[in-house]
């Protein structure tokens, strides 16, 4: 079921949530909308879904002009962030109550319901309330819910926001796994770039109201568009007048490569099997230049006898992704 977004604007008074904003999503892929806080993303979201309006602009669903349409019409799942679960109705009961006010028949209810707990792994918790299960598992209860209907979209509003990082890592593994069974076309909005970078087949990075790309995760991570893009999708430092991530640098003890800059280690930090290092570069005068992160497996770190206050010289990796300036976030 493919999504077409077409020259959607968005304003709140003053404010502009989305800025001519044009995007489509193919059927049967899981599509990440990713960005900061405030960029618009969880706004899209809401108007695929036909729980906001665009002010201009429009939006069809498998070839249907759904701009107008209201949200029932849709045929959409739609997940939030805190579940919006009924308190008083068991597991099973909240799965069926899509099915329920469709009035489909009591077997066919009883088979979709039964059907979708197992899927979601919830089968032994049909009769409790959502007040007797985990976080993850009311997660997958609403997940469930919105599945019951059969919907041609299925959009999800920062699912795991809630969540601790544990069940969070837990959750998405599902997610990818479920969504290979059920191959419904998903949307997911979030604003962790691990998050979306392991479970999207694609991602909309969206920043102020605006598409600032849109591909694979290895596309966005190896070939940003820009410095927001390469600096949102995961560390960056800088190496002389080059911006790259803090992996891609090759350090030597020793001089004598061709290009490399001079700098003293001013940090070491251990964290699992990474060591981090802190380098003060040499200035162009001879004076202080620019503090660089580099990040060392610590095997390598301990062969190279790194300490604080080691000299060191660095050079950008064969195949490193730089860009000529980095833009902050």
């Known amino acids: 079921m493919s999504i077409d977004v077409k020259n959607v604007t968005k304003k709140f008074g003053d404010f502009v949530a989305l800025d001519d904003v044009s995007v489509s999503l193919p059927t049967g892929q899981l599509t990440a909308l990713l960005g900061p806080s405030g960029g618009g993303k969880s706004t899209l979201l809401r108007i695929i879904a036909g729980l906001d309006a665009a002010d201009t602009g429009s939006i069809s669903i498998e070839g249907t002009d759904a701009t107008r349409l209201p949200a029932q019409k849709r045929n959409v799942g739609f997940v939030f962030q805190h579940y919006a679960v009924f308190k008083h109705m068991t597991v099973a009961k909240n799965v069926a109550f899509g099915l329920e006010i469709r009035k489909r028949p009591k077997a066919e209810i009883e088979h979709r319901v039964e059907e979708l707990l197992q899927l979601v792994h919830l089968s032994q918790f049909s009769h409790r309330l959502p007040s007797q299960l ?75 109201g605006r598409v600032e790309q849109i591909g694979t995760p290895d596309q966005l991570y190896d070939e940003p568009a820009n410095g927001f893009v390469m600096s949102f999708l995961g560390e960056v430092t800088r190496l002389g007048d080059i911006s790259l991530r803090p992996h891609d640098i090759e350090v030597s003890a020793t001089p004598g490569i061709a290009g490399a800059i001079a700098g003293r280690v001013t940090r070491v930090l251990r964290v699992g099997f990474e060591v981090r290092l802190a380098v003060v570069t040499a200035g162009a005068t001879g004076g202080t230049g620019d503090e660089v992160t580099v990040v060392l497996t610590r095997t390598h770190a301990r062969q190279l006898g790194l300490v604080e206050g080691s000299q060191v010289w660095l050079t950008a990796a064969t195949g490193a992704t730089l860009v000529p300036t980095m833009v902050a976030v």
């Open 134 to 208: 985990s976080g993850g598992q009311r997660q997958r209860m609403a997940l469930a819910r919105a599945l019951a209907v059969e919907p041609k979209v299925l959009l999800l509003d920062e699912p795991f926001g809630a969540l601790d990082a544990k069940v969070r890592k837990e959750l998405r593994d599902w997610l990818r796994r479920l969504h290979d069974e059920v191959h419904v076309t998903t949307v997911f909005v979030t604003h962790d770039q691990e998050e979306a970078l392991e479970v999207a087949d694609e991602i909309v990075v969206i920043n102020e």
